[in-house]
């Protein structure tokens, strides 16, 4: 079983840039895909990005394509999301999630494959 905390939501403006940090317990996180996922208010959660136990494989929802980079470190037991470019629609509660990965390149792209969640953080970007 893995836990997870997240750090560094904030409030910031539009263009801003902002990193997310994850930091799991448990000595098997190498074992476990690891994601992103946010939910604005009256929305459903959405899957912003994943990245394989091995960090050689991420995928990001369009939305935030070309903005965000996945990335994690695996002796420090941590993942993290750097935004850039933030815009208003990127308001939402951030969880860090994980996924049993049973290959090294499994890469979760949906909130439903995801059976491990950290708390959550706010972002807010004004315009």
């Known amino acids: 079983q893995v836990q997870l905390v997240e750090s560094g939501g904030g409030l910031v403006q539009a263009g801003d840039s902002l990193r997310l940090s994850c930091a799991a317990s448990?000595?098997?996180?190498?074992?476990?895909?690891m994601g992103w996922v946010r939910q604005a208010p009256g929305k459903e959660r959405e899957a912003v990005a994943g990245?394989?136990?091995?960090?050689?494989?991420?995928a990001y929802a369009d939305s935030v394509k070309g903005r965000f980079t996945i990335s994690r470190d695996n002796a420090k037991n941590t993942v993290y999301l750097q935004m850039n470019s933030l815009r208003p629609e990127d308001t939402a509660v951030y969880y860090c999630?994980?996924?049993?990965?049973?290959?090294?390149?499994?890469?979760?792209?949906?909130?439903?494959?995801?059976?491990?969640w950290g708390q959550g953080t706010q972002v807010t970007v004004s315009s």
């Open positions: 999630a994980a996924a049993e990965a049973y290959y090294s390149d499994y890469t979760p792209s949906h909130s439903q494959e995801y059976g491990y």
């Open positions: 448990g000595r098997t996180f190498m074992r476990y895909a």
């Open positions: 990245i394989s136990w091995s960090g050689g494989s991420t």
